[in-house]
């Protein structure tokens, strides 16, 4: 009997009023979210456009700025103690964001399209504050992949001004399936393990292609039209938004103009491996090479970090053991040790997915492929009900693949305090049971 990682996938339509309930070990979490819109007619305001050179996009937004993708976002510096965004009306209609000052706690609220919002006041906790962090930083970010929003515009107190924040000087880029993207974890996107990674490494940016339902191979896997072997060369995702802001029309993504990955971390293959979608080994095993061609065709000096993966637990007897059918085990390790010979290294393949041309590269390259192993990292009651990991097993992922990128590449912690995962603050104030 097989049973891993059933993904429905959402259908929805642009115009209608996204918004669920969410749950924490079965129980409802009390969300009291503000309504933060206002009209934007009653402030006095100095006022940016979406292309404004003071604005970083985070993860990949398309030339209309609207978001795709998990946790895409954006950030910037400010003056003053007011920021306010204009959505587009491309924004799914209540969709949650998280917002925050600096590297104060994140705040929740739902968006509206076409709407103002007022994201910072004076009120806001942090306003008052006079440092450390000057100037002051704002950022956002979209919780769920299947939602986006469209940036109209930002908005400054009147006489303030939006201040451009450099980039980090480190990047890393996780491509995965509903397993990065956070699907069933309490704040989706901001309790993944792949934005625990990203934010929790600290001085890095980070942008997550991962959508759930989909395939490493390129065909339709739980409605996704397209598989990552394709779509990763894409600046959208594979969703019925997608289909409707872009049609049979999506814009690849531009590679010269947004610079390169240092580490890409691989987890894809957990719905190849669903009989339901019937993807072959060969198909599979074709379609992960070809991702790993690519990004060391676009960013020849990314380095590569390949996920084997994990299919859940069932209860043998006295105890609970890994699910069967393994999650192609062997061949995933012999597909790494392929990446590390001679054979591969002395004149490596290239993949462009837009062109679908595989070429040479001519030049010797150093190994660049690298495996992590997760067996052992999760337990069994780190996988919720349906499927996915909890937002304890988001954190004991993440957590593990900060310590083997600090062990293998010597990158340092640069998080030291501000928050990552938001309400997971589980504790005891009682000493005495
Ligand atoms: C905001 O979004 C969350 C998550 O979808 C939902 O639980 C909540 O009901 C929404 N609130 C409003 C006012 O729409
Ligand atoms: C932003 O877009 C406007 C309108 O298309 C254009 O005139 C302006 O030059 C753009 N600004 C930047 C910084 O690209
Ligand atoms: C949204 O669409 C309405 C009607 O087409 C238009 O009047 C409004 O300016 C748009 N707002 C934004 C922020 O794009
Ligand atoms: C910041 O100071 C102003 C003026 O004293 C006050 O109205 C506001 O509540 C303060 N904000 C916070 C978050 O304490
Ligand atoms: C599964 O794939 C095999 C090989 O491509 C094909 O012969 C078979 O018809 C497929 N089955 C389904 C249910 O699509
Ligand atoms: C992965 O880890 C498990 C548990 O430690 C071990 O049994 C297995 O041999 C490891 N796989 C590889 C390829 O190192």
């Given at each position: 009997?097989?049973?891993?990682?059933?993904?429905?996938?959402?259908?929805?339509?642009?115009?209608?009023?996204?918004?669920?309930?969410?749950?924490?070990?079965?129980?409802?979490?009390?969300?009291?979210?503000?309504?933060?819109?206002?009209?934007?007619?009653?402030?006095?305001?100095?006022?940016?456009?979406?292309?404004?050179?003071?604005?970083?996009?985070?993860?990949?937004?398309?030339?209309?700025?609207?978001?795709?993708?998990?946790?895409?976002?954006?950030?910037?510096?400010?003056?003053?103690?007011?920021?306010a965004i204009t959505f587009g009306n491309l924004t799914d209609n209540g969709v949650l964001v998280g917002y925050?000052?600096?590297?104060?706690?994140?705040?929740?609220?739902?968006?509206?399209?076409?709407?103002?919002?007022?994201?910072?006041?004076?009120?806001?906790?942090?306003?008052?504050?006079?440092?450390?962090?000057?100037?002051?930083?704002?950022?956002?970010?979209?919780?769920?992949?299947?939602?986006?929003?469209?940036?109209?515009?930002?908005?400054?107190?009147?006489?303030?001004?939006?201040?451009?924040?450099?980039?980090?000087?480190?990047?890393?880029?996780?491509?995965?399936?509903?397993?990065?993207?956070?699907?069933?974890?309490?704040?989706?996107?901001?309790?993944?393990?792949?934005?625990?990674?990203?934010?929790?490494?600290?001085?890095?940016?980070?942008?997550?292609?991962?959508?759930?339902?989909?395939?490493?191979?390129?065909?339709?896997?739980?409605?996704?039209?397209?598989?990552?072997?394709?779509?990763?060369?894409?600046?959208?995702?594979?969703?019925?938004?997608?289909?409707?802001?872009?049609?049979?029309?999506?814009?690849?993504?531009?590679?010269?103009?947004?610079?390169?990955?240092?580490?890409?971390?691989?987890?894809?293959?957990?719905?190849?491996?669903?009989?339901?979608?019937?993807?072959?080994?060969?198909?599979?095993?074709?379609?992960?090479?070809?991702?790993?061609?690519?990004?060391?065709?676009?960013?020849?000096?990314?380095?590569?970090?390949?996920?084997?993966?994990?299919?859940?637990?069932?209860?043998?007897?006295?105890?609970?053991?890994?699910?069967?059918?393994?999650?192609?085990?062997?061949?995933?390790?012999?597909?790494?040790?392929?990446?590390?010979?001679?054979?591969?290294?002395?004149?490596?393949?290239?993949?462009?997915?837009?062109?679908?041309?595989?070429?040479?590269?001519?030049?010797?390259?150093?190994?660049?492929?690298?495996?992590?192993?997760?067996?052992?990292?999760?337990?069994?009651?780190?996988i919720g009900p349906l499927w996915h990991p909890t937002d304890v097993g988001a954190v004991k992922v993440a957590s593990h693949l900060q310590q083997f990128i600090?062990?293998?590449?010597?990158?340092?912690?640069?998080?030291?305090?501000?928050?990552?995962?938001?309400?997971?603050?589980?504790?005891?104030?009682?000493?005495?049971?």
């Amino acid at each position: 009997m097989v049973s891993f990682s059933s993904l429905a996938i959402l259908g929805l339509n642009l115009a209608a009023r996204v918004s669920s309930t969410i749950l924490q070990n079965g129980q409802v979490r009390k969300t009291n979210f503000p309504d933060t819109r206002i009209n934007p007619a009653d402030y006095s305001f100095t006022t940016y456009p979406a292309n404004a050179t003071e604005i970083s996009y985070k993860g990949r937004w398309d030339s209309k700025h609207v978001s795709w993708w998990s946790a895409p976002g954006i950030k910037f510096g400010y003056t003053g103690k007011t920021v306010a965004i204009t959505f587009g009306n491309l924004t799914d209609n209540g969709v949650l964001v998280g917002y925050r000052i600096g590297g104060l706690d994140w705040m929740f609220t739902n968006i509206t399209a076409g709407a103002t919002h007022l994201l910072v006041s004076p009120e806001t906790p942090g306003s008052n504050e006079t440092g450390p962090i000057n100037p002051w930083t704002f950022e956002m970010r979209v919780s769920n992949w299947a939602y986006g929003v469209q940036i109209d515009s930002v908005h400054v107190a009147a006489g303030e001004k939006l201040v451009k924040i450099p980039d980090f000087g480190r990047r890393i880029e996780v491509i995965g399936d509903s397993l990065a993207a956070g699907m069933y974890t309490t704040y989706e996107g901001l309790s993944s393990w792949a934005y625990g990674l990203g934010a929790g490494l600290g001085n890095t940016e980070f942008t997550v292609t991962a959508y759930p339902g989909i395939c490493a191979a390129d065909q339709d896997c739980w409605g996704n039209p397209r598989g990552q072997v394709h779509q990763w060369f894409y600046t959208s995702d594979t969703s019925y938004r997608a289909s409707v802001i872009h049609g049979d029309d999506p814009e690849p993504w531009d590679f010269a103009k947004h610079p390169a990955a240092d580490i890409v971390v691989i987890n894809i293959g957990t719905n190849d491996r669903n009989e339901a979608n019937n993807v072959s080994t060969e198909a599979y095993i074709d379609a992960l090479t070809k991702i790993i061609e690519g990004i060391h065709g676009k960013w020849p000096k990314a380095q590569v970090i390949v996920m084997s993966l994990w299919l859940g637990f069932y209860q043998s007897g006295n105890t609970y053991l890994p699910n069967a059918p393994d999650g192609w085990v062997k061949e995933i390790y012999d597909m790494v040790r392929w990446f590390n010979s001679d054979d591969y290294l002395r004149n490596p393949i290239i993949y462009d997915g837009v062109t679908k041309k595989t070429s040479r590269t001519g030049k010797r390259a150093k190994p660049f492929v690298h495996y992590f192993n997760t067996t052992g990292i999760m337990q069994h009651n780190d996988i919720g009900p349906l499927w996915h990991p909890t937002d304890v097993g988001a954190v004991k992922v993440a957590s593990h693949l900060q310590q083997f990128i600090r062990i293998k590449f010597g990158w340092d912690f640069y998080a030291t305090g501000p928050e990552i995962f938001h309400e997971t603050l589980y504790w005891n104030d009682e000493p005495n049971y």
